[in-house]
């Protein structure tokens, strides 16, 4: 049996049960609108009835957080609901996207039937928007029915365009609560009519140097920049957010060409089209699977989805998503657990990080596929030294990060370099200032370090304005067209946004703040990009060119993999886990069913379906599952017929834009822990959805608790798979889980590593000197390990040989009676240096072994350029590896050890 509560104002469920149509009765139907920021707060949303009704059917939007018209029609005793979710024009604008079709008949209007959720056939309805009376509406506020032109989603507000009534707003951070099952599909949209590429055989350009592929690329891209004329040229270097599509040269051939398209774990935007890609987990989830080689293959599919798409399309990429550059990975250190982007950065750790960097880059653009073109471009980001979004009186916009050299190259810059040895084609400038100076007008960070330093030889863009930034917000300079010149100057080639207008730009020339062989450096870099992508070549000679649109989505068995190997399993102490076939189970709490955190808190994702911890939960069990998103009456009833309650937490806690100023659950999170706690402590799992770090210290102590982070389109599947025991969890925490009191010992602004004079007890494992609740890497698996050295690392070596790595050759033994896969981390630490990091992550593996065997696992310290395992970082920011010091080589987390360590002495 399953049994789904439809509490009044709760966000709810799954499609279950069977039902059979009823009469429509009565003149009246109600929705709810749900603030995103508050699921307890609620607004009646009403065409001529009266609220309260408690069977009223409140549809889960989380499913699809695009824009819709919503139709509405009568509502009957019954406990029948009549919704209809029409996908309104969007006019062309680029936010809005289509919705996730469930049912198959474009002109049918569906019955949803509270008792079941069950679509049920009905009678066709006109089309309404739901409007407010009022731009804020209130508890209880009316709401009007009018005619719908378009509609359109924008940070959190749902906004309804009609000629009746334009520009109104249904409330900040809100949401539209859709019917998820009741969505109206519409025929996808043919592709747009092809717009020939530069260099096509027998075109005009066809016969210039730049066309021809015999010739170097150097000389080609020089070719076609010095054909430009100047008018052209400066309309070359803006685009995405604020600069919109980059016009083409006809003259040339070259075509229009939007530079904005985003994907982190899948891509963004591709649905507008209703082509539907594969959601895998949020980046902090990828980074526990511990697993490199499955981020190789996530982003390998990625580049494969992002060629389909642009085929696709033909050459039109107007809109944002389209393009073959996306701005992905992030990469940033998550040095505060307030961060509001943490969530989709990979890790506290910077060798992690970028040996994220390095695998995700590989794979995205195709290093290993044989084939000399990009796939698609990635872009390490954000450089260098960003981590706020908005705290004690800063934003990322204003904000000034005083980072000391020790800093920059122990923490800050060595995920960058790591990027640097996979060879991106894109490096994207941050918004804030390190060290009174705009990371994207810093000439010594991006030419020196980056290009002269590292050998970067792509492209470096900035955020989304941030060359706006350095004259509206830093106050850097005093215009556009000083911002402009410094930019460029800097090493900044493409602005996403629009200070790098053609006038800013004319007038930075004739201002003599920069000249025109300046302009082609740029320029060179930005389209030298696009002749590797292949823009510029006979497209029958790029085997990329192939892909089709079979690819979009057809990856689920690797995401279900990705969700699978992404599960934390923090503690287990009365091994309640796994569960027994047939129990029955309770799953209690805001992100029960919500899959909108799923999708790591964006919604602009493209999954054509997500399974909710419920619905897997439901498709797996063989006993009974009850779900409900709040605590009530019904609920707690729930729980208590259930063997084994699970209460669901987390959510969206933190976003870009926002840090949070707490990291603990929200309270009435807390309230619903403590109340199952109190009454069923002895069968309840705490079930965290999440994507930052959380302090438990405030909790109860409950004896199992499970990381499950934001697993993507098959978290659900793989939730229930992994506690009902189809397989062994095997996630390692990216990030350390502190203390509440954190917060108030640690200034965010503060961007020091190190403990210091003003309390900080240090930031990440590497430094913090408390005792965390959960070190980073930490792993619970359902079976038992031994762990030794197959070969011990050698007593001294010396400075070349520890500059070159060494190989760590580790015997994993599974002892217990369950095949389980376990991640090997390898940690350094230096001894005798006080001020040294307290361990540093240098070789990351993960193995499967079968039970009652043993498998041996050699981790190379070097097998990432631009990593250094046994390098010693000074004041002034300077490397060495120090004669007559020693090292220890461990196994294990970021608190203990697998192993007894070795010693390795540095010789001469």
């Known amino acids: 049996m399953v049994h789904v509560s439809i509490p009044a104002l709760t966000i709810l469920l799954v499609l279950v049960g069977q039902a059979s149509a009823q009469g429509i009765k009565g003149d009246s139907a109600i929705l709810v609108l749900c603030n995103a920021s508050d699921p307890n707060q609620s607004w009646n ?51 809005c996207g289509d919705c996730k079709d469930e049912v198959d008949n474009y002109n049918q209007d569906y019955i949803l039937d509270s008792a079941t959720s069950r679509v049920l056939t009905g009678v066709k309805m006109g089309k309404k928007c739901l409007v407010p009376s009022d731009n804020f509406p209130t508890v209880g506020s009316h709401i009007e029915t009018l005619s719908c032109d378009f509609a359109m989603y924008s940070g959190g507000n749902y906004i309804v365009y009609s000629s009746e009534a334009p520009h109104l707003r249904l409330g900040s951070n809100s949401s539209l609560c859709l019917g998820t099952y009741a969505d109206a599909p519409s025929p996808p949209p043919p592709p747009p009519p092809s717009i020939p590429q530069a260099c096509l055989p027998g075109s005009n350009e066809s016969s210039l140097p730049f066309c021809n592929m015999s010739l170097p690329l150097e000389d080609r891209v020089a070719d076609l920049v010095q054909r430009m004329q100047l008018n052209e040229k400066v309309t070359q270097l803006i685009g995405g957010i604020g600069g919109g599509t980059t016009v083409g040269i006809p003259r040339l051939g070259v075509p229009q060409y939007q530079y904005h398209s985003e994907g982190l774990h899948g891509l963004r935007d591709s649905c507008k089209y209703k082509l539907y890609s594969n959601l895998f987990p949020q980046v902090t989830a990828m980074a526990a699977t511990g697993n490199l080689t499955l981020i190789n293959a996530m982003a390998s599919h990625m580049g494969d989805e992002a060629r389909a798409f642009n085929n696709f399309l033909k ?73 706020l979004e908005n705290s004690d009186g800063f934003s990322r916009h204003t904000f000034n990060a005083i980072v000391s050299p020790r800093d920059l190259t122990e923490t800050y810059h060595p995920a960058f370099a790591m990027c640097m040895g996979a060879q991106p084609e894109q490096i994207m400038c941050s918004y804030n200032e390190v060290n009174g100076v705009p990371t994207c007008l810093d000439g010594k960070a991006q030419n020196g370090y980056l290009r002269q330093d590292l050998g970067f030889g792509g492209l470096i863009v900035s955020d989304c304005d941030a060359i706006g930034d350095a004259y509206k917000s830093h106050h850097y300079v005093s215009s556009a067209a000083e911002a402009t010149a410094k930019g460029i100057l800097a090493g900044c080639d493409l602005d996403c946004g629009s200070t790098y207008q053609a006038s800013n730009i ?17 320029l060179h870099n930005v389209f030298r990009m696009r002749f590797k992508l292949g823009m510029f070549d006979d497209p029958a000679k790029n ?22 190997e992404a599960l934390v399993l923090l503690k287990n102490d009365k091994k309640m886990l796994p569960l027994a076939d047939g129990v029955s189970v309770a799953i209690i709490g805001p992100t029960a069913n919500d899959t909108q955190v799923l999708m790591g808190g964006k919604g602009d994702y493209c999954p054509q379906h997500i399974e909710s911890l419920c619905e897997g939960l439901v498709n797996r069990s063989k006993g009974t599952v009850t779900c409900s998103a709040s605590l009530n009456d019904e609920s707690m009833q729930m729980a208590q017929d259930a063997d084994v309650v699970f209460a669901a937490v987390g959510g969206v806690l933190s976003h870009e834009g926002n840090d949070r100023t707490a990291i603990t659950l929200p309270a009435d999170q807390i309230t619903l822990i403590n109340q199952l706690y109190k009454q069923y402590a002895d069968k309840l799992v705490l079930v965290l959805v999440n994507g930052e770090p959380l302090a438990l210290d405030d909790l109860p102590g409950i004896s199992t608790i499970i990381q499950a982070l934001e697993g993507g389109e098959n978290a659900g599947t793989a939730f229930a798979q992994m506690v009902f025991g189809d397989f062994s969890p095997s996630g390692m925490l990216p990030f350390t ?54 070969t011990m690392p050698p007593a001294s070596a010396s400075v070349e040989t520890l500059r070159k790595g060494i190989v760590v050759d580790i015997k994993v033994s599974n002892t217990g009676n369950m095949d389980a896969q376990h991640p090997i981390p390898i940690f350094v630490k230096q001894l005798n240096n006080p001020t040294a990091p307290r361990k540093s992550l240098v070789g990351l593996a993960k193995v499967m072994v079968p039970k009652q065997s043993s498998v041996t696992v050699s981790v190379n310290t070097s097998e990432y350029p631009g990593s250094c395992a046994f390098c010693v970082v000074g004041l002034d920011g300077t490397t060495t590896i120090p004669v007559g010091g020693s090292f220890q080589v461990s196994v294990g987390n970021a608190m203990d050890d697998y192993v007894t360590p070795a010693t390795i002495k540095v010789t001469a």
Not at 71 to 94: E, F, I, Q, S, Y
Not at 335 to 355: H, I, K, T, Y
Not at 543 to 564: D, F, N, R, W
């Open 45 to 95: 949303i009403r065409t001529g009835a009266t609220w309260g009704d408690p069977n009223t059917l409140v549809a889960n939007y989380a499913r699809d957080p695009y824009a819709h018209c919503l139709d509405v029609a009568d509502r009957d005793t019954g406990d029948n609901v009549a919704v209809r979710g029409w996908k309104c024009c969007c006019k062309g604008l680029p936010i």
């Open 315 to 387: 050459g039109e990429t107007n809109s944002i998503g389209g393009g073959l550059n996306y701005w992905s990975p992030t990469i940033n250190v998550g040095r505060d657990p307030r961060w509001g982007r943490f969530q989709e950065s990979v890790s506290e750790d910077p060798w992690l990080n970028g040996a994220y960097a390095a695998q995700f880059v590989k794979g995205f653009q195709g290093a290993n596929d044989g084939v000399p073109y990009v796939k698609a471009a990635a872009c390490c980001k954000h450089f260098y030294a960003y981590s």
């Open 506 to 522: 004319m007038s930075a020339l004739n201002s003599k703040l920069m000249n025109e062989s300046d302009l082609d450096k740029a």
């Open 543 to 564: 085997k990329y060119k192939s892909i089709s649109t079979g690819v979009m989505g057809a990856a689920p068995a690797l995401t279900l993999q990705a969700a699978q």
């Open 737 to 790: 889980m502190y203390q509440s009191n954190y917060v108030n010992k640690v200034n965010m602004t503060d961007m020091t590593m190190r403990p210091n004079a003003m309390g900080s007890p240090g930031k990440t494992y590497r430094f913090y000197t408390d005792t965390p609740t959960f070190p980073f890497a930490f792993t619970t698996t359902y079976t038992t390990w031994n762990f030794s050295f197959a």
